[in-house]
């Protein structure tokens, strides 16, 4: 699948078909995707169009990385076995099913990998971690994988929490310079075992090695100013920690936790983004966030964080 002479295309002629919004921006897709919330403006120019193309045999040639090529303006990714795509300018994704493939497994990449593509060529800063809303503004939990970010963001929810996001974490910053994480997919992404712990999920389905939980309610549909950025890890014995960061290590512990970091490399936007980052570590709070794994815990743990960010950000006027 070859980069189109007609990239530069505005998205609303590219493709017509499902109306959804995520991350800001306005999706246009010909292949249905059950979990992005629906457009409520659907006749609006979308910024997004996801069109469909013919099933190909599966590819030969690999591409430049294996699985996948980056290029300035250009993305191309190769599931094996499931399909192609190719991502253009921020505006345009194309989908080429391999043959025999199933409809679920060219979403899940399509909404994962191919999507954080799109975010990186838009100059968004995609963290891979959980957020919710709180009074104080956004806060992001992100750590290394199976550390327990979506299980925390689901606790978050139980107690009224309403979600931001959760797998993918989109940052931006306004023209104005205010840093605001935008809502992504109205779904958590859950093991097993926290997947059992939350009561009587409806809708749910098990989707390669996690349960995707739809959200009924608490979904928070509108951009949030971001506060606080964690950092979770676990320790064998104690008490929770909750450590604020200082200096460099800001930005390192920003740069360890983007969502498929090998797809910025190449990316006009590269550049820019660690402007963003610098940016973020300035102005938000970065914290190290460590406690002893006991599932039975999460709810401790919340109240803990709730009591940590009264102490660090109670001089700050909030409107109740």
């Not at 006009?268 to 190290?288: C, F, K, P, S, Y």
Request: some cysteine.
């Amino acid at each position: 699948m070859s980069a189109s002479k007609t990239q530069e295309r505005p998205a609303d002629r590219a493709a017509s078909g499902n109306a959804y919004r995520v991350f800001g921006l306005g999706i246009r897709s010909e292949i249905a995707c059950p979990g992005l919330p629906i457009d409520p403006r659907p006749d609006r120019n979308p910024d997004v169009a996801i069109r469909l193309l013919p099933p190909a045999p599966e590819p030969a040639e690999p591409l430049e990385n294996g699985y996948y090529e980056v290029r300035p303006g250009v993305f191309r990714f190769t599931v094996q076995g499931v399909a192609r795509y190719l991502v253009e300018n921020g505006s345009r994704i194309s989908v080429e099913p391999i043959q025999g493939s199933s409809a679920d497994e060219v979403r899940l990449f399509l909404m994962g990998s191919v999507l954080g593509a799109l975010l990186y060529q838009r100059g968004l800063f995609p963290l891979h971690g959980s957020a919710v809303e709180t009074r104080w503004g956004a806060m992001i939990f992100v750590g290394a994988q199976g550390v327990g970010k979506s299980t925390l963001a689901a606790a978050f929810h139980r107690q009224g929490y309403r979600l931001l996001s959760d797998d993918v974490c989109a940052v931006t910053a306004r023209a104005a310079g205010a840093l605001e994480v935008l809502p992504a997919p109205d779904q958590f992404r859950l093991c097993d075992d926290a997947y059992r712990r939350l009561d009587s999920p409806q809708g749910a389905r098990f989707h390669v090695d996690k349960f995707l939980v739809p959200m009924q309610q608490g979904y928070c549909p509108d951009a949030a100013p971001l506060k606080a950025i964690h950092v979770l890890a676990d320790h064998d014995q104690g008490d929770p920690r909750f450590e604020v960061l200082r200096g460099f290590d800001r930005i390192e512990r920003l740069l360890a936790n983007l969502y498929r970091p090998q797809f910025l490399k190449g990316q006009q936007t590269e550049g820019d983004l660690m402007r963003l980052a610098g940016q973020i570590a300035q102005h938000a709070t970065i914290v190290a966030v460590s406690r002893m794994r006991d599932p039975d815990a999460i709810g401790d743990f919340v109240h803990f964080l709730e009591s940590q960010w009264a102490n660090h950000f109670a001089p700050e006027k909030v409107e109740e």
